[in-house]
């Protein structure tokens, strides 16, 4: 009798502790495209979606004329006192060579987006205007 209550016990233990809310259950992020702004000799696309640990971003750059040096596509994001920031880029030198970056990014608060062009000297030559998302 003794050895049925424990079993009892045991496996009413078990399954308690095997369930779990759905507020534990993995999320998958959502992931969001981000549109650059336009600017002659840049092709810039990628990607965003908000993670526990901030925001993961996937950013590519390619070079499409041929007398850009380089040129690039950058996310920064800052913090919701816009105190502290960070950002990540991605760069493509020569014509037609693209080049893609992914890193999560700790600050989720403010993201804004730009591109360039840069000649060999490594001075920016233009920039495009800086596109707030949110």
């Known amino acids: 009798m003794l050895r049925r209550i424990s079993l009892i016990a045991g496996s009413a233990a078990m399954v308690a502790l ?3 809310p759905a ?7 959502t992931t969001h495209k ?16 908000k993670v526990k640990k ?7 750059a390619e070079d499409t004329a041929r007398g850009v040096f380089a040129s690039g596509a950058v996310v920064v994001v800052q913090n919701s006192t816009r105190k502290f920031q960070t950002n990540l880029g991605a760069v493509a030198f020569g014509y037609h060579h693209s080049i893609c970056r ?3 990014l700790r600050y989720s608060a403010h993201v804004k987006i730009y591109t360039f062009t840069a000649n060999n000297k490594g001075q920016i030559n ?3 205007k800086t596109k707030k998302l949110f």
Request: proline share 5%; with cysteine.
């Open 102 to 104: 992914n890193m999560t």
């Open 18 to 20: 095997s369930a779990l």
């Open 54 to 60: 901030g925001l993961k971003v996937h950013v590519c």
């Open 34 to 49: 981000l549109h650059f702004p336009g600017l002659h000799g840049v092709k810039a696309r990628g990607t965003y979606a």
């Open 23 to 29: 507020s534990a259950a993995p999320m998958h992020a």
């Open 126 to 128: 233009h920039r495009s």
